[in-house]
């Protein structure tokens, strides 16, 4: 089993190890060194001091290669990233979500299988797994595929299952990048009431006590709706007790569907400004999967999708043509003069306007000028 990856990542090469954030840039010449190497030779002196200066912990002296690296083939299609909805089903009803129905269906195992083989020709070197809640139904074994496979993940959960052991023991044999918990408030009460299921809040914090204890790579998303807007800084104050990384997030969008329903849980005390939006590579060097194996440039670009299973990995060669496209003003944007500086991506506004959200929740023309 294997304790580091070397591996290209888009126009670079690189040296990671799951479960440490991170990592060394490898030349070209280093890696391609490594990938003439057989498994059953020793680690090159210059590799053993890379890996004493980036982890101190790991030593790699007089060890064989096949003990501990795993060197990952070159790609030709560009792809570095990639995001999986294994299951769109949750323990959770919460008011926000922007899933809008939370069905528990996906695709039999050996198209998990296909579509994880596929990314990892792809290139694609970090993955993120999501849902609903990915912990539930056929999470561990596709995890530990990809895992084998090299790549680095991270788990994007709602927490309420990490006390499990089996849980707990698959995360220490193949150690995930990150996991990522969702937070949807500070006391018992808000949070049950946003995620409309009694005792999610103990189940949170059992969760969240697990995780902890077994050290995990642990990184919280704060979830700031009507529901606890009043407890902002003591989610942040709870994030800090545990020594743990945390951003906070306000703006609600609507679901996959177009639906404005869950723009309902939005605080509009705490709604807050986007950055301008400058582009993204969504599409270019990443996409999404969803749980049928169906391809989308992003979460939000969910138009003109790719069936995986079927098409292959010579269907993502359509994928940069429709990110483009998508990505053109239209419809009520297209004319506008001051799109350079707009805030969302034409797909997300897309979706605030099929939705019929305030024109302030993703326009400038809806700001108020003082």
């Not at 570095?80 to 089903?89: P, R, T, Y």
Request: one cysteine or more; glycine letters at 10%; hydrophobic letters at 40%.
């Amino acid at each position: 089993m294997h304790q580091l990856i070397a591996s290209p990542f888009l126009e670079q090469h690189v040296l990671v190890r799951p479960g440490s954030r991170g990592g060394a840039l490898l030349p070209e010449a280093r890696y391609d060194e490594l990938r003439a190497l057989d498994p059953s030779e020793w680690a090159p002196p210059w590799l053993v001091e890379a890996v004493a200066s980036q982890w101190p912990d790991l030593n790699v002296k007089d060890q064989f290669l096949g003990e501990f690296l795993l060197v990952r083939q070159p790609s030709s299609w560009g792809y570095g990233k990639a995001s999986w909805e294994v299951n769109l089903g949750c323990n959770y009803a919460c008011k926000h979500c922007y899933l809008g129905l939370k069905m528990n269906s996906g695709m039999p195992w050996e198209d998990k299988q296909r579509c994880l083989d596929i990314m990892a020709e792809a290139g694609v070197l970090f993955l993120q797994v999501t849902g609903g809640e990915p912990t539930i139904g056929d999470f561990m074994r596709a995890y530990r595929y990809a895992w084998n496979l090299g790549m680095m993940i991270t788990v994007s959960t709602n927490g309420s299952l990490l006390w499990r052991e089996n849980l707990l023991r698959l995360f220490r044999g193949c150690p995930p990048y990150r996991v990522t918990v969702s937070m949807y408030g500070a006391m018992k009460a808000s949070y049950d009431g946003l995620t409309q299921r009694e005792g999610a809040w103990d189940q949170f914090v059992q969760g969240m006590n697990a995780a902890r204890h077994a050290r995990l790579p642990l990184r919280m998303s704060i979830v700031v709706t009507e529901d606890n807007a009043a407890e902002e800084q003591a989610m942040v104050d709870l994030c800090e007790s545990w020594g743990v990384e945390y951003e906070v997030f306000t703006n609600m969008t609507p679901t996959i569907y177009g639906g404005g329903e869950v723009l309902t849980a939005q605080s509009k005390e705490h709604l807050r400004l986007r950055k301008t939006f400058t582009g993204c590579n969504a599409g270019h060097t990443f996409f999404r999967l969803d749980p049928h194996g169906q391809v989308s440039i992003c979460k939000i670009g969910r138009d003109d999708q790719i069936s995986l299973p079927h098409e292959g990995i010579e269907g993502l060669a359509r994928l940069g043509a429709i990110a483009d496209r998508l990505m053109l003003r239209t419809g009520g944007c297209s004319g506008c003069t001051i799109a350079g500086t707009c805030r969302v991506c034409r797909p997300l506004a897309k979706h605030y306007q099929e939705a019929k959200a305030p024109l302030a929740a993703y326009c400038q023309h809806g700001e108020q000028k003082g």
